[in-house]
Structure formats: C-alpha cells, structure tokens
C-alpha cells in the first residue's frame, strides 16, 4: 500500500513538472489543448507570418494566397493578426475586421494557430477629442476615461467570443515603448491595467479561449541589461503565458557587425528560452525577421543557428514580420535571392508550418 501510494504520488509529481498550466483556470478543454501542445513539441520551433492570408508583396486578398504557401508549399503553423479599434472597418495595417475573421476561421479548420496583438487605439483621422489624454493612469477604475477604456475592451471581448476557437492574445503590444500609449505611465499603473484587463475579461465577461503572451520590445532594452528591463511592467507569474519578445534582425553590411548582430538575436532566444523553461511556461519570438532580407542566408545562419543553440527548447513559435511590399517584407517570394535558403528552412527537422501539424487542439 505504501510503496503505491509513493508511485501514485510521484507521477502526479512529475506531471505536474512537466505540464502547463494557463493562468484562466476555466480555460476551454481546446484552448488547454493548443496551450499542452504548444508545449510539447519536442524541440521543434512553429513557424508563423504576420497578416499571411492578408496581403503578400504583390497581391491582396486573393483567395487561397500566401507568400509562405507559394515559395515552401505550405501555410505557416501560425498567423498573426493586429486588433486596434473595432469600431473602424479596418485596423491599422489596413486589414478588414470581417475578412480577417473568415481568414482566422479558415485557418483553425485545417488545424493552424491563430495569435492576436491588441494595440488599444484610434486611427489617427478619427476625431475624438479626449485621445490626447489617454495615459495609463486615466484608464484605470475610476479614471477620467475608464468607462471609454471599457468600450474599447468590450468589443475586444465581443471579438474573441465570436471567434469561438484558442486565440494567443499579445496584450498591450511593446508595452516598453514610450510612443504608444500605454507604454508611458509608471511601471505600478502599467501592471494594474494588465491584471485590470486580464481579470475583466476572464471572470466579467467570461471568455475562456485565450492564451495570454507578455511581449516587449527587445530594441529598446540593454544588453548588459536584459535581466531587468524585460520584466517591467511584467504583472506576475498568475496573469501571463508565454513569454515573449519583439525582436527584429538588422543587416550589417560588415561581416564583423554582422556576426555580433546574429549572436545578439541568438542571445536573445536563450534569454527567453531559459526564463519559460524556468517558469515553466511557453517562450516565443512574438514578432521577428529582417526587413528586405538583404542577407539571403538569414534563415539558416542565423534563426536555426539560435533554435540548434537553446538549452531547454522551451521556444514554441517565432512570428514573421508581414509582406506589405516590395521594399517592407520578410517572407522571400517568387525566385527571392533568399527563396532557397527559405526552402531548405522549410525543410529542417527543428520547424513546423501548417502541413506538418497534428491535431493541435486534442
């Protein structure tokens, strides 16, 4: 009897090591399950693209297009998508709200992950008078413009509702930049809106497919200070995820340059990647890539250099940058200098696009 119970309480031990827990403890079953097999993935990095179905450097939505699809063959593991003031046709990156729910459905019924980065604003044509006084501070309960915040979080929560599938929702997108609003009050009301936020959504307006991501901006951070400048703002251990990282790669034109660029962004995912294995919860590079890929060796130098130099293979996903145009991209398309380098990425055992998912929300 005894030497049973010790078992029964050792493998409850080790599951709950090894297991992730969301911080919505009503979570839906599928949503527990995309977050489990995010997890799980033996080491092996999925692959995403901003706007991907959207827009490509030549087209816009055009049924059945991607860049990714139409240079490796299939749709990326994951697409990302931006939510700023539903009360507007379109966001800001000029993606119409409907399309972009129809695309999002598409891509949960042939079994691909959908991420959404909330950025809480106006256009800037819109007229409404008080924007100039949005600061943390004034948002907060019983601020100035709480109830206006409310309007602003209702129909965020209206937006996932509708969508009834998991969702990763990056909230208050590079939340360390001083340009947007809600990266220019103190630290204090910072992670008072965040759990504010959080809880709204979760125990007032019940929505339970969310997978919650802390993501600031890595270019805005010192590397000899990583260690502190990446948790401020951060809400605690009960209101996040994933932990992730806005991290772009800028071309060096001198080898030299170039090589200690590409050792920074590798450092920076071992820094995510030990602190989610520490945590034990999801590391992600929420947004990523090099702008125009003028370095056409990008993808095998230096992003599967960084996935083969992780310690704990506690990173789930890095996120593409989107294709607006000829000059802004960082998907290769059509015969791209970089195109083959992006193949053979395709092709390494440590990625995951859409193809090569199994049942993510089982």
Known sequence: MYKTTTLCLSLILIQMVFSQTLIDGKASKKTNNLYQNLKNNGRKVFIGHQNDMAYGVKWRAKKGRSDVRETVGSYPALHGWAIDFLENEYNNDSVNYDQMKTWMRDVYSRGGINSLSWRPTYLENRKIPYISRWQVANVLPGASLHQEYLTLLNQLAL????????????????????????????????????????????????????????????????????????????????????????????????????????????????????????????????????????????????????????????????????????????????????????????????????????????
């Open 159 to 362: 937006f996932l509702s509708q969508l009834n599938m998991p969702v990763i929702l990056t909230l208050f997108d590079r939340h360390n930049v001083k340009e947007v609003w809600w990266g220019s009050g103190t630290e204090a009301s910072l992670i008072s809106l965040w759990k504010f936020t959080v809880d709204y959504l979760k125990d007032v307006k019940k929505v339970h497919n969310i997978i919650y991501a802390y993501s600031p901006d890595r270019s805005v951070m010192e590397e000899s200070n990583m260690n502190k400048e990446y948790f401020f703002g951060y809400p605690g251990d009960d209101y996040v995820d994933v932990f992730g990282l806005v991290s772009y790669s800028v071309h060096e034109e001198d080898e030299e340059e170039r090589h200690i660029t590409s050792l920074n962004f590798i450092n920076d995912l071992k820094f995510i990647d030990k602190l989610a294995y520490k945590k034990n919860k999801l590391a992600a590079i929420t947004e990523t890539g090099q702008n125009g890929l003028t370095d056409s060796l990008w993808f095998s130098k230096t992003l599967l250099n960084g996935f083969e130099a992780l310690d704990h293979g506690a990173l789930s996903w890095v996120m593409f940058g989107p294709n607006k145009d000829s000059t802004n991209y960082f998907i290769p398309f059509d015969e791209h200098p970089a195109a083959s380098d992006f193949r053979d990425f395709r092709k390494n055992n440590c990625t995951l696009f859409e193809n090569d998912l199994e049942e993510m929300y089982k």
